[in-house]
């Protein structure tokens, strides 16, 4: 089998659309942050639901959290409560800030933060809460207000597998939290090659962070050199940051925008016929979402049982030899050397994780796989598992 035959684990899902609206930005002569980042922005927030909601595009997930604690005035000496399974950088834009992450435990059934464990773990140094929606699958955010409610804490919500994700009817970006992340890194539901959005109802956050995301200028480039009355005068208020999303990443953010709704239902409709054909397989099987709710389905995650005839790490091998390619998410924080030494993370404490870890892998699904590449996997799967 060559390399071309193999089934990769994610493709992102461009058209010729998308190309064009790049190519037109690339021949405007404005390449970075300006109008199609403005419009990206209004777009995003109608597409959620609510054209009121505030949204900022920035040129990562990874950005977006850190101007979120920033904005929230996360500073040393102050805590952030982040899932164990997740990736690092929902924790380490916690130590951009001075403060700490404190890792907690996850639930066994979702891998989703475990509240349990989070309330176990609070102090008068917590601030923030970070829930992760893992896969796509929403956190119960009606828990999470509470929780936070009862603790007095703020909630910024990692939701960079989570669109289009719905939880109890209500679309994860317009709920009660203070700002909601979300990522279109090259293989999430809908991609910008590198880019995210932060969402907020709060206008005086916003504000904050969009003044951050770029060197703490007072107004934006694109405003300084192309508005009505063109003026060369800013000012910094701020040490910020570099954070924005050009404008051809935003062109193709447009396209994306506009099919992400298609683009979902083609990975709920994989994530539908992998669960129908490993249903009988020593595997568990991902929850999927409750009536009222939606999946994203960003990652389709099997956990292989005692009774498989193989590892975790062989059956990866193993599918790799027949052609398909497979990915782990996550390797839980605490068994990373760094979140290790730095919070004396002990693999005991953390015993869900610990189990998932050694179980789990990621199949390949993403919106432009054929009906053959998914007649594939399963085939696959169930040569080595059946």
């Known amino acids: 089998m060559t390399v071309d035959d193999r089934i990769p684990f994610a493709v992102p899902d461009i058209g010729e659309a998308e190309i064009a609206a790049v190519t037109k930005a690339l021949r405007s002569g404005w390449l970075t942050t300006g109008q199609n980042a403005a419009a990206f922005e209004v777009e995003f927030s109608a597409e959620l639901g609510d054209a009121a909601v505030n949204s900022v595009a920035v040129n990562s997930a990874t950005a977006g959290l850190h101007l979120a604690l920033d904005a929230l005035q996360v500073r040393p000496g102050d805590e952030v409560l982040v899932p164990d399974w997740t990736f690092t950088s929902t924790a380490e834009v916690v130590r951009y800030c001075g403060a700490t992450p404190v890792i907690v435990d996850v639930d066994p059934v979702t891998l989703n933060i475990?509240?349990?464990?989070?309330?176990?773990?609070?102090?008068?140094?917590?601030?923030?809460?970070?829930?992760?929606?893992?896969?796509?699958?929403?956190?119960d955010l009606d828990a999470v207000a509470a929780?936070?409610?009862?603790?007095?804490?703020?909630?910024?919500?990692?939701?960079?597998?989570?669109?289009p994700t719905i939880h109890n009817g209500v679309r994860v970006?317009?709920?009660?939290?203070?700002?909601?992340?979300f990522s279109f890194y090259a293989t999430k539901t809908m991609t910008t090659g590198e880019g995210g959005m932060v969402v907020t109802r709060d206008g005086a956050l916003a504000k904050r962070m969009r003044t951050m995301r770029l060197h703490g200028i007072s107004r934006d480039v694109f405003d300084r050199y192309t508005s009505d009355?063109?003026?060369?005068?800013?000012?910094?208020?701020?040490?910020?940051?570099?954070?924005?999303?050009?404008?051809?990443?935003?062109?193709?953010?447009?396209?994306?925008?506009?099919?992400?709704?298609?683009?979902?239902?083609a990975r709920?409709?994989?994530a539908k016929r992998y669960l129908e054909a490993f249903?009988?397989?020593?595997?568990?099987?991902?929850?999927?979402?409750?009536?009222?709710?939606?999946?994203?389905?960003?990652?389709?995650?099997?956990?292989?049982?005692?009774?498989?005839?193989?590892?975790?790490?062989?059956?990866?091998?193993?599918?790799?030899?027949?052609?398909?390619?497979?990915?782990?998410?996550f390797i839980p924080l605490h068994l990373h050397?760094?979140?290790?030494e730095s919070g004396s993370l002990q693999e005991a404490d953390f015993p869900v994780a610990s189990e998932a870890f050694n179980r789990a892998v990621s199949l390949p699904i993403f919106s432009a796989m054929t009906d053959d590449q998914v007649d594939r996997v399963v085939a696959a799967v169930r040569e080595l598992l059946a």
Request: proline fraction near 5%; aromatic fraction near 8%; charge should be negative.
């Open 114 to 139: 475990d509240l349990e464990a989070a309330q176990r773990a609070v102090t008068d140094r917590t601030k923030v809460i970070m829930p992760v929606h893992f896969a796509g699958l929403a956190v």
């Open 147 to 163: 929780f936070a409610q009862r603790n007095g804490l703020r909630v910024v919500e990692d939701a960079a597998h989570a669109h």
């Open 173 to 181: 970006g317009l709920g009660s939290s203070d700002c909601v992340v």
């Open 229 to 265: 009355k063109p003026s060369w005068q800013y000012e910094v208020v701020a040490p910020g940051f570099k954070y924005n999303l050009t404008d051809t990443a935003a062109a193709m953010g447009r396209v994306q925008l506009r099919r992400a709704g298609q683009m979902r239902d």
């Open 268 to 270: 709920a409709a994989i």
């Open 279 to 329: 249903a009988d397989l020593p595997v568990v099987l991902p929850p999927d979402a409750d009536e009222g709710s939606q999946h994203s389905w960003h990652l389709f995650v099997l956990r292989l049982t005692d009774e498989a005839p193989m590892s975790r790490n062989e059956f990866i091998e193993q599918m790799s030899r027949l052609g398909v390619l497979c990915s782990v998410h």
């Open 337 to 340: 050397p760094y979140w290790q």
